[in-house]
Structure formats: C-alpha cells, structure tokens
C-alpha cells in the first residue's frame, strides 16, 4: 500500500507542475495586461482631471484682453509676469505646481484651446480667429497621429461662425469622432471654452505580445468644457 500511495503521490506532483507549465504564462500575460491598462486608465483619468482645471482658469478669464508677451514661448512665459490667455491656461497643464503626473512630449502632444461666441445658438465668433480657430501649444499636433503621420485638420468641434451650435457625448479613449446631439434646452446666448489634451501613451513594459492587442503609443484625448461669460454675446448698443 505504501508504494502504491508513493506512486500515486508522485504522478500527482508531476501532474499539478505540468497544469502550472501551462498556467503561469497566461497569468503573467493578464498581470502584464492589467499593469498596461492600469496605467492607461490612470493617466486618461489624470487627463481629465488637469484639463478640467485648465478649462476652469480660461473660464473665469477674458480673451480679449490678456495677450501678453510672446517672447517667453512656452515654458518660461509660465514663470514670467506677463498676461497671455492661451498659454496662461495651457500652463496649468505644463507648470508643475498643480500637473505632477503628465509630461507632454512637444514632438507628439499638444494642447487644443477654443472660444466660441454664440448667439440664438448659433456661432456668430470662433477665436482664435486664424482660420481653423485652434489655439495649438505645440505646432498643431492635434492635427496628427502619435507618429506624426498626418490625422485630420477638422477641430473636435468643427463648428465654425454660422454654424449651428451642439452638444457632443465624448470618446472614453483616443481621439475617436463626437456623437452630436442637438440641445433640448439651456441658454442661447452664451460663451463657451473648449480645452482639450492630445497626449501620447507609452507603454510601461512595452512587450511585443501586449503591443500586438493595445497600440504602443496609445492616444488619449480628453477634453472639458466651460462656460466663458467672458466671452458671451454683448448686446448691441443703441444709437
């Protein structure tokens, strides 16, 4: 009885490292997964979060009246006394004393700004006023894939003056296309700022078996929207 208990014990032994052979790599393959995702999910959270604080700061602020020096263009002007509502608002992003967890890589991200006038729903202004109405921190990145390869130059909001105005549900992740949506109520008047962040994800352990199911980098996009009473229509004086 004793051998045959031994034997047994040994074709067990045997059995359970052959189930682990087969096991162990699926199991570090969906801890791996889970740390990439992982830290995808933080730093699109920690998107939101830095980009909401910028669109708050541009909110509470006039666009027409701070426009300082560029000289400083773009780091230092976040350490001078100059005004500049643009790079004022992207500063909250790239300064360090509110964004310790997303540094933007000049060559691949960027960070969209947008002002929007709109009267009776309608868009009667855009600014900046230089064509496609998109402030661009880093030479018009947004306009581009993280390899640099060319996306589109169509804004997230493509509204421009005369376009009616709509809402959007946004993409959870990457730059994806708006779903819009016409507004059931709300003000007709009002001012809007859109701030939005283009920001290349590198994986952390960058594994060839993970980069052929998530792309390596990954895009994320956040954006936040606010309203702008700076930049609201004013009525037109009478004679």
């Given at each position: 009885?004793?051998?045959?208990?031994?034997?047994?014990?040994?074709?067990?032994?045997?059995?359970?490292?052959?189930?682990?052979?087969?096991?162990?790599?699926?199991?570090?393959?969906?801890?791996?997964?889970?740390?990439?995702?992982?830290?995808?999910?933080?730093?699109?959270?920690?998107?939101?979060?830095?980009?909401?604080?910028?669109?708050?700061?541009?909110?509470?602020?006039?666009?027409?009246?701070?426009?300082?020096?560029?000289?400083?263009?773009?780091?230092?002007?976040?350490?001078?006394?100059?005004?500049?509502?643009?790079?004022?608002?992207?500063?909250?992003?790239?300064?360090?004393?509110?964004?310790?967890?997303?540094?933007?890589?000049?060559?691949?991200?960027?960070?969209?700004?947008?002002?929007?006038?709109?009267?009776?729903?309608?868009?009667?202004?855009?600014?900046?006023?230089?064509?496609?109405?998109?402030?661009?921190?880093?030479?018009?990145?947004?306009?581009?894939?993280?390899?640099g390869s060319f996306h589109?130059?169509?804004?997230?909001?493509?509204?421009?003056?005369?376009?009616?105005?709509?809402?959007?549900?946004?993409?959870?992740?990457?730059?994806?296309?708006?779903?819009?949506?016409?507004?059931?109520?709300?003000?007709?008047?009002?001012?809007?700022?859109?701030?939005?962040?283009?920001?290349?994800?590198?994986?952390?352990?960058?594994?060839?078996?993970?980069?052929?199911?998530?792309?390596?980098p990954v895009p994320l996009?956040?954006?936040?929207?606010?309203?702008?009473?700076?930049?609201?229509?004013?009525?037109?004086?009478?004679?």
């Amino acid at each position: 009885m004793t051998g045959k208990r031994r034997r047994s014990e040994k074709k067990n032994s045997g059995q359970s490292f052959v189930e682990l052979a087969i096991v162990l790599p699926l199991l570090l393959f969906l801890l791996v997964a889970f740390v990439e995702v992982g830290a995808i999910i933080y730093n699109y959270l920690s998107l939101l979060d830095v980009v909401r604080e910028a669109a708050r700061f541009a909110a509470d602020r006039d666009p027409e009246v701070l426009n300082g020096d560029m000289s400083n263009y773009p780091v230092s002007a976040c350490e001078d006394d100059a005004l500049h509502y643009y790079l004022d608002t992207a500063c909250v992003v790239i300064g360090t004393n509110f964004n310790q967890d997303i540094t933007l890589n000049p060559a691949t991200d960027d960070i969209a700004i947008s002002i929007f006038t709109i009267d009776n729903n309608v868009v009667v202004d855009r600014k900046p006023n230089d064509g496609d109405g998109v402030w661009s921190l880093y030479s018009d990145n947004w306009t581009k894939n993280c390899d640099g390869s060319f996306h589109s130059n169509t804004p997230f909001f493509p509204q421009g003056v005369g376009a009616a105005w709509v809402s959007y549900t946004p993409p959870t992740v990457g730059a994806g296309t708006p779903t819009p949506d016409i507004p059931a109520s709300g003000l007709t008047d009002k001012g809007i700022v859109l701030v939005e962040i283009y920001y290349c994800h590198h994986q952390l352990l960058n594994l060839p078996l993970i980069s052929d199911i998530i792309p390596n980098p990954v895009p994320l996009h956040a954006f936040a929207v606010m309203p702008a009473p700076q930049a609201a229509p004013t009525p037109t004086p009478l004679p």
